[in-house]
């Protein structure tokens, strides 16, 4: 998550070989259009090649997720709980949160579906985010189930 970020700067005088620190690690103020930008490329872009975090994966794993998780263990990927495009991806400028949501809809039956993850490609690639359900949900053909990711930065 973006919370904060430091600058730094520092001159080299014609003729010096030696660099003056003129400011060091100072807070800077990520602004409201930078927060924009980074939620339309994180969340929103469904350009190619810089492709927000759109997709939403489920999981029947239990695993508590972890920073250095780079795949959704257990990832489902069959009986309509496949990774998908979210059809909901929203950011209001000025807001500080985006919606990416999508629902699934069963078409075989599913026991103890617990995880999700948002990943910024059909396949592979990066998991930006992973949370576990508060329980197991079970699915019968034909029954539904909507992730909703609100995600707010700094």
Same mark, same amino acid.
């Given at each position: 998550? /973006? ?9 080299? #005088? ?7 620190? /003129? ?7 990520? @602004?409201?259009?930078? #927060?924009?930008?980074? %939620?339309?490329?994180?969340? /929103? ?5 810089? #492709?927000?975090?759109?997709? /939403? ?24 709980? $496949? #990774? ?5 991806? @929203? ?5 500080? @949160?985006?919606?990416?949501? %999508?629902?699934? @809809?069963? $078409?075989?039956? %599913? ?17 930006? %985010?992973?949370?576990?359900?508060? $329980? ?11 992730? $909703? ?6």
């Amino acid at each position: 998550m /973006i919370t904060v970020g430091y600058c730094s700067v520092a001159v080299k #005088r014609t003729g010096s070989d030696k660099w003056e620190q /003129i400011m060091k690690f100072k807070k800077n103020l990520f @602004t409201n259009a930078g #927060r924009d930008l980074a %939620h339309n490329q994180m969340y /929103i872009n469904t350009s190619a090649g810089t #492709r927000g975090a759109g997709f /939403i994966a489920v999981s029947a794993e239990t695993t508590a997720p972890a920073a250095g998780d780079t795949t959704l263990a257990g990832e489902i990927a069959s009986g309509g709980l $496949s #990774r998908a495009d979210a059809v909901t991806k @929203t950011h209001t400028p000025g807001s500080n @949160t985006s919606l990416v949501e %999508h629902t699934f @809809t069963a $078409s075989a039956g %599913h026991t103890a579906v617990h995880k999700s993850g948002l990943f910024n490609a059909s396949s592979g690639v990066t998991l930006a %985010h992973a949370a576990n359900f508060s $329980s197991d949900v079970t699915l019968a053909t034909n029954d539904q189930l909507k992730v $909703s990711w609100t995600l707010t930065l700094g």
